[in-house]
């Protein structure tokens, strides 16, 4: 079983760039979500998604935008890259939400933006 | 927004100690989550714990939701080296939304050989 599938691995971008990282899963998960890992702060949620056509934010927004046209694809999309999103980002989803059901992660995409 | 603070940030141990470690909240907790990172890939649940004072077991991994609400710890037993990695806890407030997870800074755990 694929799970959940992130690609690109490792990115590197120059500041104002824009780019897509996306997220596929194939459990038929209804919710997604997109973390952020930075040293000593833990996995800060992004943004998420409850079901296909509908998205919130998380803790950390600004600069990042979602969309979930379908239930199996949600993509993050970085519009005009700052050093400041230099991270690892994981993409997690589970069957109906965080709490009733396990996340289960992605192998994360490493972005360095210079 | 929900406050977690996990202590220690790190810790080196020998094969076959015990380790224990813990996580504080700022406010009241309804469910409380431990999660592991192995090196190169996403976190993994390991123990899911919903009510005040629950005691739950996974293998050589105990953890328990404090009975104030605002504190969990998980202990591992008779550590091996496949124990290396970040362990997270996690959790939902009662301020939160259902669909918003927070999670804590991470206990980097080294075991050595």
């Known amino acids: 079983n694929a799970g959940v599938t992130q690609t690109p691995k490792f990115q590197v971008l120059k500041t104002g760039q824009s780019m897509t990282l996306q997220c596929a899963q194939d459990m038929n998960h209804e919710y997604m979500s997109w973390y952020r890992q930075d040293p000593g702060m833990g996995l800060r949620l992004i943004h998420y998604s409850v079901g296909a056509g509908i998205t919130d934010q998380g803790e950390v927004p600004n600069g990042y935008n979602v969309s979930r046209s379908t239930t199996e694809d949600f993509p993050l999309r970085l519009l005009s890259a700052a050093p400041s999103q230099t991270s690892v980002y994981f993409c997690?989803?589970?069957?109906?939400?965080?709490?009733?059901?396990?996340?289960?992660f992605g192998n994360g995409t490493r972005l360095t933006v210079t | 927004g929900q406050q977690l603070n996990q202590s220690p940030q790190s810790m080196f141990i020998q094969e076959g100690e015990d380790v224990s470690m813990n996580c504080t909240s700022s406010s009241i907790f309804n469910t409380w989550l431990w999660y592991k990172q192995d090196p190169g890939e996403g976190p993994v649940l390991l123990i899911a714990?919903?009510?005040?004072?629950e005691l739950t077991s996974n293998g050589r991994l105990t953890a328990q939701f404090g009975i104030t609400r605002k504190d969990s710890f998980l202990n591992i037993s008779a550590s091996i080296p496949s124990d290396v990695g970040i362990y997270f806890c996690a959790g939902q407030g009662r301020e939160t939304s259902g669909s918003r997870l927070t999670f804590g800074e991470g206990t980097q755990l080294t075991v050595n050989p």
């Open positions: 714990l919903y009510k005040a004072g």
């Open positions: 997690a989803s589970s069957r109906t939400g965080p709490f009733d059901s396990p996340l289960h």
